[in-house]
């Protein structure tokens, strides 16, 4: 696979590009994200063995979303088929790819809990902190699993659509993300700012006025944001991946 460094400016592009996917069938793709988040959940309230079924099933999971969005952009009707393009032919590999999200989840939880002296746990610190803590202790958290996410973010998609071995897939994902990095802060940066910045903002101003306008207005929003990050997924794939025309 050959991973295409594209320019920062592609960060901004891919968001506003998942935005657009998401306005040609909003319904699907935030049934299919909101489905995947809340097997996620359900699954995680399952002690002790929830947390590692959703490393396995998470691969596939993502697969599926991507499947529903390319569904979306090529016009196609919803199938089965085409829902699940990819994981019936892969499915070993993608359990395996879980696995080692797995394992990598564990080492960032290990490396995590050296750095902050033992205070943090599967469900996160141990003990009551402040907003300014919590602010820090998330921000050190995904410095330590930026690696992790780098290696995973392209894996499922590599693995079921393109056939590469697990091992293979995480390299090539690692590798096409350190490629791109510019891009890719560009787009987290985008992310931050139209997911959090501005929505909080929103949130606060309408908390003034009624709290029940809040807590509707903070779930019209997740039910629009959500799917839109998780559409970038597939979105940048496409185009570090595959030029326009591409056959798949």
């Known amino acids: 696979m050959h991973a295409r460094r594209q320019p920062a400016s592609h960060g901004i592009l891919w968001l506003l590009a998942s935005f657009r996917l998401f306005r040609a069938n909003p319904p699907l793709l935030s049934a299919l994200t909101l489905g995947y988040l809340f097997l996620a959940f359900a699954a995680i309230a399952l002690p002790p063995i929830g947390p590692f079924l959703v ?4 691969p596939a999971m993502v697969v599926i979303v991507a499947n529903g969005c390319r569904a979306i952009e090529r016009g196609r009707g919803i199938s089965l088929i085409a829902m699940t393009h990819g994981l019936k032919s892969h499915r070993v590999a993608l359990v395996r790819l879980g696995g080692l999200l797995l394992l990598g989840s564990i080492v960032v939880l290990f490396v995590s809990t050296a750095i902050e002296g033992g205070q943090i746990s599967l469900v996160g610190p141990t003990r009551p902190i402040g907003d300014d803590e919590m602010v820090g202790f998330m921000a050190r958290y995904l410095l330590i699993a930026l690696p992790v996410i780098a290696a995973f973010w392209y894996a499922p998609l590599l693995t079921a659509w393109e056939g590469v071995p697990p091992m293979k897939s995480l390299f090539f994902s690692f590798v096409a993300c350190w490629r791109n990095w510019r891009a890719f802060a560009a787009y987290s940066l985008a992310v931050v700012v139209v997911a959090v910045v501005l929505p909080g903002l929103l949130l606060t101003l309408v908390a003034t006025v009624s709290r029940v306008l809040h807590d509707l207005l903070s779930v019209a929003l997740m039910m629009v944001i959500v799917p839109i990050i ?11 991946f595959h030029r326009p025309g591409d056959v798949e």
Do not use: T
Not at 55 to 58: E, I, N, Q, V
């Open 55 to 58: 490393s396995l099933a998470s």
């Open 230 to 240: 998780m559409a970038g997924v597939y979105i940048s794939y496409q185009d570090v």
